[in-house]
């Protein structure tokens, strides 16, 4: 169903964007890049084949390039305008494109709302169907900022099952619900892990806390993810899950697993 968005009068749209999907976490770690990746990659692919972006405004820690196999500075457009770069059908901007990979991240302060400012008005998008953002971990100052400049059809929480990181993801909702933005839903990752060679599946972070939680909010569970070596191969060599095979991977590993536990 379309989702509306429901700008505040401060608020002014991304110029060619229809509508905007933050993804967002309380805790660090969690699976935020993953998600943000292939949600874009999902929305992109054959079934829907929507126009979408990636916006990569975890300034202190951009994940993007590597997830998305890019690197590189984005040339301007004739109005001054960044033009992001492409990879896998998707229109991809971060911080990490805009500093080199070992400078260290000192952004302060200040310094950090340019560059948000920058990520959010400086770059020529196009026509987009979505533009997915991959915020910062936390309730602080960017997400705030974020949620106040343009207009949010909603937000996406990514949380493990664990406690710590649950208690974060409801003050994150929390700070949806405040500055108006519609929370669609949880994704709970990393949930269970089974062993390739017994089949004997482990709740490492414990098994349904995202559930409980979504229960507590009156909120969806949008997806329950495992805990893969697939997924974690996938993002480090730039060829997110969606892309990969991973029957084919499991296949030639039947050796390496031969041996039961
Ligand atoms: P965040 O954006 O919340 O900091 P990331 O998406 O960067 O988290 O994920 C952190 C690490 O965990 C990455 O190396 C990623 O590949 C890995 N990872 C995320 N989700 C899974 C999963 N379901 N199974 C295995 N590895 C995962």
């Not at 340019?114 to 960017?142: C, F, N």
């Not at 349904?208 to 697939?230: V, W």
């Amino acid at each position: 169903s379309q989702i509306m968005s429901r700008g505040l009068p401060k608020q002014k749209p991304i110029e060619g964007v229809k509508q905007v999907i933050v993804v967002a976490s309380g805790k660090g770690g969690v699976g935020k890049s993953t998600t943000a990746v292939n949600l874009a990659l999902a929305l992109a692919a054959n079934e829907l084949s929507k126009a979408v972006g990636l916006l990569d405004v975890d300034v202190y820690g951009p994940s993007i390039p590597k997830m998305m196999n890019l690197k590189g500075n984005p040339e301007l457009s004739q109005s001054n305008l960044m033009r992001p770069l492409l990879n896998y059908g998707i229109a991809c901007m971060s911080m990490g494109f805009l500093v080199e990979e070992t400078a260290p991240l000192v952004w302060r302060g200040l310094m950090v709302m340019s560059a948000i400012e920058k990520l959010l008005r400086q770059v020529d998008w196009g026509q987009l169907d979505y533009l997915v953002v991959d915020m910062p971990p936390g309730t602080g100052d960017v997400q705030l900022s974020v949620s106040q400049n343009i207009p949010i059809s909603g937000a996406v929480i990514v949380s493990t099952p664990q406690d710590i990181a649950l208690m974060d993801a409801h003050r994150g909702a929390e700070m949806f619900r405040k500055v108006h933005v519609p929370v669609l839903g949880l994704v709970q990752n990393m949930s269970v892990f089974q062993c390739p060679k017994c089949k004997h599946k482990t709740h490492i972070f414990g098994a349904d806390g995202a559930r409980r939680l979504a229960r507590t909010l009156d909120l969806d569970i949008l997806g329950d993810i495992p805990l893969h070596l697939n997924i974690r191969e996938a993002s480090d060599t730039g060829q997110p899950i969606v892309f990969s095979q991973p029957e084919s991977d499991e296949r030639s590993r039947e050796e390496e697993w031969s041996h039961r536990c």
